[in-house]
């Protein structure tokens, strides 16, 4: 029976990054030899109960064939395991190899667990792209950061982006063979020559290429283009838009962010943030083509971040104009469905659970600063007890340059609200800290900014509803992270793109 693996990305931040490669290990030597050096498809644990503690699998075996199909990572496991009857072949630590039969339900889990995630290496990127985030980084900082995956199975287990520069013909082949989808792609343009510049890398207009057999294969991909002014934007940003709704269903949604520019550029391309006016002519370009595809195609499928409507000084349109808000992990509509989860659950929430409010702050980016307030001040305005106070932090760290949330550092909190009228709680967007962790980026951790401050910190995820139970004190825990656990030096996932 034919099936498509499909992955949420909903695990959450961290940079819209630029994924791919996978190396496909070719059939044509000795598995049991290649092992020995790849052995990421070592078991490490055997969930208890499970079909394959039932079937006898053991920890320290390596898996090397499903039903036939050699495992090479995580892509095919998951493919190949799906089949409620498997005959899994196993190779021991002597060298020695067995054949076992699994009987689960149909899209259960093995059970398995291996040396890591992705049963394989992530893969490091190839490109040089002239607004790389992480060529902006300050000296210094943990090396993880330095890390620039450019891996594709990252796109379709973790939701980042990737730029197809590094995909083989056979790699692309596999995604359409185990119909692999949604792909996330960074797009940023599809004059072939332009891709080349601004990526770094003379295989880039490939790529496009590569989307267009996407698309007659029906692989759904979702697009990102980071808009650089004067490069990617004007008529160029306008014959990508015509060539990518061509595309469409295939292309599922398009965002269109502004580059991120930090103080530590020296020696890179020349880019500069977009002005008012700049951000302005990219909403109305973007605005109009889209209201020319939800008359044609049925759906708008380009979209701008919220900061860009931030930058222009505009109001975010209604929550009907994102549709299923797709794109929310690279900012679109973020800030719209927060208002709208906020309001319903002021309505929902009765006076008297409001009685019981402590005075509380919050801090968050320059961008984002007015719109809290505002949230804070519906809230006030439906109960006297709710005081708060919206902190906007300037970015010090990589500069003033950068407004949004996620990239403020638990340093710059500390030196900005010390000694300022906090109240009994400050509560922090949790895109702020890396996944999972209590750390900013900058290392500082949050114990590090509660014994300065001396206050509780409240990290609160992008969630209206969460938002006013935090404000009222009904539930101030930290909020869950879920996702695959990637050691460090295994992957560093991380957004620059969080908008909030």
Known sequence: MEHKIRFSGKYGPLEKKLGLVYNIMLNTYDFRKAVTSMSLTVIRSVAPRSPAHRAGIRVGETLTHVNGKQIVDVLDYKFYTYEPRLEVTLLAPDGTTRSVKVRKMEGEDLGLDFETYLMDRARSCANNCIFCFVDQLPPGMRKTLYFKDDDARL????GNYITLTNLSDREVQRIIDLRVSPVNISVHTTDRDLRAQMLGHKNAGRGIDIMERLAQARITMNCQIVSCPGVNDGAALEKTMKDLAAMHPAVNSVSIVPVGVTKFREGLYPLQPYT????????????????????????????????????AGRPMPEEEYFEEFTQLDNGVGMLRLLNSEFKRALELMEPEEMEGTVPFSIATGLSAAPFLEELVAMAHEKSAHVQGKVYPIVNHFFGETI?????????????????KVLGERLLIPANM??????????????????????????????DGYELLDAMVGIHCGAPAFGGPNLPEDEYYRYNPGVRG
Request: hydrophobic fraction near 45%; charged fraction near 25%; glycine fraction near 10%.
């Open 403 to 419: 407004t949004v949330a996620g990239l403020v550092t638990g340093g710059d909190l500390i030196a900005q609200l010390k000694g």
């Open 155 to 158: 796109s379709f287990l973790m």
């Open 276 to 311: 008012r006016e700049q951000a302005a002519a990219v909403l109305d370009q973007v605005e109009a083509f889209g209201r020319e595809c939800k008359e044609k195609l049925g759906s708008t499928l380009f979209w701008c971040s919220d900061e860009f409507y931030l930058l």
């Open 433 to 462: 800290l890396r996944s999972g962790e209590r750390v900013f980026l900058d290392d500082v951790t949050m114990d590090d900014v509660e014994r300065e401050l001396g206050i509780p910190v409240i990290p609160v995820a992008q």
